[in-house]
C-alpha cells in the first residue's frame, strides 16, 4: 500500500478552508490542535502535526499566525497541544488579536481518518469556513495515532 501524503492532504485542506474567507493579513490567526470528535479533550500525535501542517500553509500562503506553544498565558496539556473549547476561544483570541481561529475533529474508522477543520471569528463563534477530508489509514498515519 502506498504511504498517504499528509501533507499534501493538509495543504489541500487548509487552502480549502481560506480560499473564500475573507481575512485581513494585518491580523493573526490561531491554529489549535486537532482533537478526537469522541474525545475533545484529547488529540494524539497525528491531530498535533496536522495541526502544524495547517499552520504552516497558512504562512505560505500570507497569513500571520501566532504560534501558541510559545505564548505563557496559554495553558497547554501535555501530550496533547493547543486545546481551545468553545468557552475559551474568544477569551485567548482577544489576547492575541486574533480574527480567526482554526479548529478541527478527527475521527477513526477501520481504514479512514475522517478530518473537520473549521474557520472560526471568536466574536460569536460563527464559523466563516470548513473542510472535510478524509486520509487513508496505512502503517504512518497508524503510527501517528496510535504512537507506534
Same mark, same amino acid.
Given at each position: 500500500?502506498?504511504?498517504?501524503?499528509?501533507?499534501?492532504?493538509?495543504?489541500?485542506?487548509?487552502?480549502?478552508?481560506?480560499?473564500?474567507?475573507?481575512?485581513?493579513?494585518?491580523?493573526?490567526?490561531?491554529?489549535?490542535?486537532?482533537?478526537?470528535?469522541? $474525545?475533545?479533550?484529547?488529540?494524539?500525535?497525528?491531530?498535533?502535526?496536522?495541526?502544524?501542517?495547517?499552520?504552516? $500553509?497558512?504562512?505560505? !500562503?500570507?497569513?500571520?499566525?501566532?504560534?501558541?506553544?510559545? !505564548?505563557?498565558?496559554?495553558?497547554?496539556? !501535555?501530550?496533547?497541544?493547543?486545546?481551545?473549547?468553545?468557552?475559551?476561544?474568544?477569551?485567548?483570541?482577544?489576547?492575541?488579536?486574533?480574527?480567526?481561529?482554526?479548529?478541527?475533529?478527527?475521527?477513526?474508522?477501520?481504514?479512514?481518518?475522517?478530518?473537520? #477543520?473549521?474557520?472560526?471569528?471568536?466574536?460569536?463563534?460563527?464559523?466563516?469556513?470548513?473542510?472535510?477530508?478524509?486520509?487513508? #489509514?496505512?502503517?504512518?498515519?497508524?503510527?501517528?495515532?496510535?504512537?507506534?
Amino acid at each position: 500500500m502506498p504511504r498517504t501524503s499528509i501533507i499534501a492532504a493538509n495543504h489541500h485542506a487548509a487552502d480549502m478552508l481560506v480560499q473564500n474567507a475573507s481575512l485581513d493579513p494585518r491580523h493573526p490567526v490561531l491554529v489549535s490542535t486537532l482533537v478526537n470528535v469522541d $474525545r475533545l479533550g484529547e488529540s494524539s500525535r497525528m491531530g498535533r502535526i496536522f495541526s502544524e501542517q495547517i499552520a504552516g $500553509r497558512l504562512v505560505q !500562503r500570507g497569513l500571520p499566525v501566532t504560534e501558541l506553544k510559545m !505564548r505563557e498565558n496559554l495553558v497547554m496539556q !501535555r501530550e496533547q497541544g493547543e486545546l481551545l473549547l468553545s468557552r475559551e476561544l474568544r477569551e485567548v483570541s482577544r489576547a492575541h488579536d486574533a480574527q480567526a481561529v482554526v479548529v478541527g475533529t478527527y475521527a477513526v474508522s477501520a481504514t479512514v481518518l475522517y478530518v473537520s #477543520i473549521k474557520l472560526v471569528k471568536p466574536d460569536g463563534n460563527l464559523v466563516v469556513a470548513a473542510h472535510n477530508y478524509a486520509v487513508p #489509514i496505512d502503517e504512518n498515519v497508524r503510527a501517528l495515532l496510535f504512537g507506534r
